[in-house]
């Protein structure tokens, strides 16, 4: 059952924005609902009304704002956790509603699906593990209440004086005649040395309240009770008699301990999962004002969804599991590993400089890229990137610790993956990464003021008929708030590490379909348009029906369509990509495969892929008059396309001395500035 998030916000364009974020979380594990007034939020929140998971709450409100909308909220929600909403220039209200009680805040300006998707997985994990704990508290209290005490009378030597049948049926023995025979401290306590402890107490207390004691059974089995007993004493206040009760707490006592391990552990790595870990880092960010050092590694692999999309999510899940044992036995005992989520760990290094937390991230790595992981008949290796963050006494809040371990264990990636990136607070990668953020609100609002257009560029023939129609390629290009056009450089890094990527190719392809659709006269003089797919798309299991409901609907020729799509992004999601290419393939479309050569593995994947024209990477096209090596790689990729019945493009053509190079070695087609550069397209089929 979908988890039910409550939004408390007036603003229409709020609902909407987080409607259509969570419309791109698979498997759609949350409902909305939206109330517009804190009065009516405080209705909703009412006994007797339907189960609310999670709270997003906007602090500026018709009948309320600031600060005083959550107090207000606060104690009608309960054990129902508070994320409150901000404005870019209201985050330090945001910082104070969190250490009021917010579970958490977000900007709505930075509001994506994947930072959506954490915040509310969270907020609902530790919602049940709260419901869960206090089950367990329940169910120790009935426990406590239904049993029948057993109830003793004692001497200050240790020697039963009276027993009831309780406590000689809870101590396993056949009467209470057993029991006056045996001393205490030797035949009952599982540990002994508890005795002394337990007779300290009694003398300066002179009662002992609701203490666990771990006993044990004649026939050797271990028992948890409940004691609660008092020193009955002479008039010179000696101690004559120890009497109390017994209580079995066992069945209780090992369900506490279970769900408080489950509480704070992952089930799948049985690591400490990200609640727990969040709870030690607080405890270490408070110690480093006294002067600790401590660190904290965020773990992330590399090329891991290829072993899940090729083997399956039961391959996957084995892996962490391996990978867990693997990273745990290369740390201390006194540090805290954790899974963090999905395929990511985080490592906190107690009491740890930056020289020696570097050289354990290294090990580290090395473990991690030693490790062969054997599934069926095939062997894997993976690589992680990890961030490294000092604990500085500049960090307030374990959120800033963790932004920043995750945006240097991007930076990590970004350079090119299986390596460490140190954070510092000037750190220029990381500082791009929170720039990466600011685009994501500007690509948005683009989207819904309809400042993206389309551009085009001709992709030639180069053997045979010069004249023969064209393929071309769209090229997406948006205008700022002004009206320049800004450079695709600028914002793609954000749209495809945001998950803005489905949305915006989502726009492509409606916008070209429709484009084809009225220009029936022009289509007519071309061979193909191409329309670029990410990787998200490619993974995206609702777009071939998108593609082929659109193509239908319009009634577009697919003969005419083509898609491209990377060697990365089809490594990286070869089972989705290969059904994308059969089903549009068996429609009309055809497929290209582009950057090709860029990959580790180009030629181990082709035969896997289906396309039907393969581009070679503009890296080698550059400088192929003069480097033999170049030549050689455009010409075995040429060679190694045609026998498998596929056309070969050059990307990135730039001279009439690259086309004839590449017109001797026999490639098909050229793209680049030397034919044609990128024009409007409304330009197609003129010429």
Known sequence: MPATVLLIDANAEDEQLFREELALIRDQPFELEVVRTLAEGLVRLRPGQARTDVILLDLHLPDSLGLTTFLRLQPKAGDRPIIVLVGQVDED????????????????????????????????????????????????????????AGVFQTTPDGKFMAANPALVRLLGYASEDELLELHIERDLYMYPEERENW???????????????????????????????????????????????????TEAHELSRQLSYEASHDA???????????????????????????????????????????????????????????????????????????????????????DDAIMVANGLLKAVEHHAFVWGNSTFSVGASIGLVPVTPTFRRVTQVLQAADAACYAAKDQGRNRIHV??????????????????????????????????????????????????????????????????????????????????????????????????????????IFINLSGDSVGDPQLQEFIRHSIVELSVPPERVGFEITETA????????????????????????????????????????????????????????ADRIDYEMVRSITDIGHVMGKKVVAESVESLEAMEKLRQIGVDFVQGFAVGTPVSIDSIGCW
């Not at 023969?468 to 914002?491: H, I, Q, T």
């Not at 190719?505 to 289509?523: E, G, N, Y």
């Open 93 to 148: 209200l945001g910082i104070e509603a969190v250490e009021r009680g917010a579970l958490d805040y977000l900007i709505k300006q930075q509001v994506v699906s994947t930072l959506l998707n954490k915040a509310l997985r969270y907020a609902t994990e530790r919602t049940h593990t709260l419901l869960a704990l206090k089950a367990s508290e329940t169910r120790y209290r009935e426990l406590y209440e239904n049993v029948v």
């Open 199 to 249: 007779l300290r107490n009694m003398a300066a207390a002179g009662e002992i309240r609701n203490a666990e004691l771990v006993l044990k059974r004649k026939d050797g089995r271990k028992i948890v009770v409940l004691e609660n007993s008092r020193a009955v004493r002479d008039e010179h206040g000696q101690a004559i008699y120890y009497e109390g009760t017994l209580t079995d707490i």
């Open 268 to 354: 799948l790595s049985g690591l400490i999962n990200r609640r727990e870990f969040e709870l030690r880092l607080q405890r270490a960010l408070d110690s480093v004002q006294s002067g600790s050092q401590h660190a904290v590694c965020y773990l992330d692999l590399d090329q891991f969804k290829i072993i899940n999309d090729t083997c399956g999510h039961i391959a996957g899940d084995e892996l962490l599991r391996q990978l867990a044992q693997v990273l745990q036995g290369r740390v201390r005992s006194n540090d805290t590993l954790a899974r963090l989520g999905g395929d990511e760990f985080g490592l906190l290094l107690h009491d740890c400089g930056i």
């Open 423 to 528: 954070y510092q607070e000037d750190d220029t990668l990381v500082a791009q990464r929170h720039g990466e953020m600011q685009w994501v609100a500007r690509v948005k609002r683009a989207l819904n003021d309809h400042r993206f257009f389309l551009e085009a560029q001709p992709i030639v023939p180069l053997q045979g008929d010069r004249q023969a129609k064209r393929n071309y390629e769209l090229l997406v290009r948006m205008r700022d708030e002004s009206g320049r056009v800004v450079p695709p450089g600028a914002f793609l890094p954000a749209v495809e590490r945001y998950n803005l990527s489905l949305r915006l190719d989502r726009w492509v392809i409606t916008t070209a379909l429709q484009w084809i659709a009225t220009h029936r006269s022009q289509i007519e003089r071309v061979s193909r």
């Open 570 to 625: 089809a490594i990286g999601n070869l089972t989705r990509a290969n059904q994308l290419i059969a089903g549009l393939r068996e429609l009309g479309c055809a497929f290209a495969l582009d950057d090709f050569g860029s990959g580790v593995s180009s030629f181990a994947y082709l035969k896997a892929l289906t396309v039907d024209y393969l581009k070679i990477d503009g890296l080698f096209i550059g400088n192929i008059v």
